[in-house]
């Protein structure tokens, strides 16, 4: 299949030039992949800075969002330890340790001694936090939304979304 022209959407972008001069270089090569992820990296690090810019109203940095996110998803008491925190989010506990202190400082979320384990701590969303991250979690959405409606049919956005669900399973 010619990626190139296959349904609606731009006839030739960056990423085909990049396909392009290696097919000069290296023809032997089959380069379908490199433009598969290299249009899912290019799409994320756009949508990164979309989502960033629609949660920069609420004070909030994406890093930021996501833990306040993440305990909100946790459901009520909304409280995880950082270690589940740290995990979920894929960080260390030192890059935990620093947004939980911006955020705490903030007033969205605290910290308290875990009643289970004498040297763990809990984190919990403050009520502050929960408001915040209920309309910060919609405006991003609604980005996103934009997004895919830009190009997609709702169809279309579904099926994308099966395939990108498959792809990350045979490969994560």
Not at 68 to 88: D, K, N
Not at 123 to 129: H, I, K
């Amino acid at each position: 299949m010619d990626t190139k022209t296959s349904g609606p959407g731009p006839a030739h972008d960056a990423v085909d030039a990049i396909t392009d001069q290696w097919a000069v270089v290296r023809p032997d090569l089959d380069t379908v992949p490199m433009a598969v992820f290299g249009r899912i990296y290019r799409l994320a690090n756009a949508m990164r800075g979309r989502v960033d810019k629609a949660y920069s109203p609420y004070g909030l940095a994406l890093g930021e969002f996501d833990v306040l996110a993440t305990l909100r998803r946790s459901g009520a008491p909304y409280t995880l330890s950082p270690r589940e925190l740290s995990a979920t989010l894929m960080i260390t506990t030192g890059g935990m340790t620093g947004r939980l202190d911006r955020l705490e400082k903030a007033g969205l979320l605290g910290r308290s001694p875990d009643p289970n384990d004498r040297r763990g701590l809990r984190v919990t969303l403050s009520e502050r936090g929960r408001e915040l991250v209920d309309l910060a979690v919609a405006d991003g959405l609604a980005e996103q939304r934009t997004a895919l409606e830009s190009a997609l049919d709702a169809e279309e956005t579904e099926q994308l979304a099966g395939l990108l669900r498959k792809l990350l399973a045979a490969t994560a």
